[in-house]
């Protein structure tokens, strides 16, 4: 009689796992069909607190949502967004978040990068983008 056991084990490394664009173009809530439930819930989400014309206007813009999962929580990390916008021409920008100081445990974690407001009036919307790297 053989008996074989095998252990397979899982190395986890810190990684996105996805990133979501959600624009925002206008400030009228699309209807409310299920059609339109998640850019409904978007644009609520968004405009949130803006109670005038004014402060509505400036939510207008592009908003990505980024999801990473944090394999090694004792180490700094860097997220960073590389994109160009209507106004620049072909000047990529770049935006980044860091997490310097060491997380509490490995897990899922989100980050959110915005695009709206006075930069948006200056440089237009985001034309392109690559995806955030570490």
């Not at 819930?41 to 999962?69: I, P």
């Not at 509490?104 to 690559?130: C, N, P, Q, V």
Request: charged content about 30%; aromatic content about 12%.
């Amino acid at each position: 009689m053989s008996l074989f056991a095998v252990s397979c084990t899982q190395v986890q490394t810190t990684h996105i796992t996805d990133m979501a664009d959600l624009p925002l173009k206008t400030t009228d809530l699309p209807d409310e069909n299920w059609k339109n439930a998640p850019l409904r819930a978007n644009a609520q989400y968004v405009l949130y607190g803006a109670n005038t014309h004014g402060e509505r206007e400036l939510r207008k813009g592009d908003y990505y949502f980024l999801s990473w999962y944090d394999a090694e929580p004792q180490k700094p990390v860097r997220i960073e967004m590389q994109y160009t916008q209507a106004l620049t021409g072909a000047d990529v920008l770049t935006r980044t978040v860091e997490y310097n100081e060491p997380r509490e445990e490995a897990g899922s974690r989100k980050e959110r990068f915005f695009f709206s407001g006075e930069e948006r009036a200056r440089r237009g919307d985001i034309m392109t983008w690559r995806s955030a790297s570490m």
